[in-house]
């Protein structure tokens, strides 16, 4: 059973556009939602995270949107550049217990 | 000030062997999380771990896994008796002491295991 579910998968973009990626999550109590991305080869690195308290989260051309009545969370990558080019996972986790549930990644592909 | 530091960075063991993947935290964090991933998945939680402490192991096979964190030195994940399913990337996260709950997880470069 997949607590968090992403999509799409694989998404392509043009340069300057706007690249959006949505998560779903089941358990209502996760209060921390973190966006990661990762590089072939690399380990994951952190991007932008949210708690429940706010409905969006902006930091430069990154911003994640939250409902939490929809228990659905979104990233949006503004002026999507070839360097963003990379795979996000979407995690979610839980009050003092601290692991994270991830997301299956979604491979992003940013056309010059 | 370095960031989460793995070693090795790729590790090839034949089937029956160990294998012991390092990995040191960041300055100032005393708490520790394993994950794996496998090609084309997001990582799968292990185990989490404070200085001398497991905490949270609920993703830990019951065999053959073991991990540790002692006062002095590096974390430890140890894999006995590898098999070809084992192989995989293990990543090391760490998080300072002084966040809440849920606090920000700092991610090292990872551990190619391949297992032959």
């Known amino acids: 059973q997949q607590q968090v579910k992403q999509s799409p998968q694989s998404l392509i973009v043009q340069k300057g556009g706007i690249s959006i990626i949505n998560c779903a999550y089941e358990n209502t109590a996760f209060d921390y939602f973190p966006w990661y991305q990762q590089f072939p080869g690399k380990g994951p690195a952190l991007l932008i995270a949210?708690?429940?308290d706010v409905s969006e989260k902006k930091e430069g051309r990154f911003t994640i949107s939250f409902n939490k009545s929809a228990k659905q969370f979104s990233l949006h990558i503004m002026d999507s550049q070839p360097g963003d080019s990379a795979t996000y996972f979407c995690a979610a986790g839980a009050g003092n217990n601290r692991k994270l549930i991830w997301g299956l990644g979604t491979s992003l592909a940013v056309n010059p | 000030n370095a960031g989460v530091m793995q070693n090795p960075r790729h590790l090839v063991r034949r089937r029956g062997q160990e294998a012991r993947l390092r990995c040191s935290p960041m300055?100032?964090?005393?708490?520790v999380y394993w994950y794996r991933q496998l090609p084309e998945e997001g990582l799968k939680f292990m185990v989490y771990l404070q200085k001398e402490n497991i905490i949270d192991e609920s993703g830990m096979p019951k065999e053959r896994f073991s991990a540790e964190f002692p006062k002095e030195g590096p974390s430890i994940l140890r894999i006995q008796q590898v098999v070809r399913g084992d192989s995989a990337a293990y990543f090391c996260a760490s998080s300072p002491t002084h966040t809440g709950p849920s606090g920000e997880q700092y991610f090292g470069p990872g551990t190619r295991l391949t297992v032959t």
């Open positions: 949210i708690r429940p």
């Open positions: 300055k100032g964090h005393s708490h």
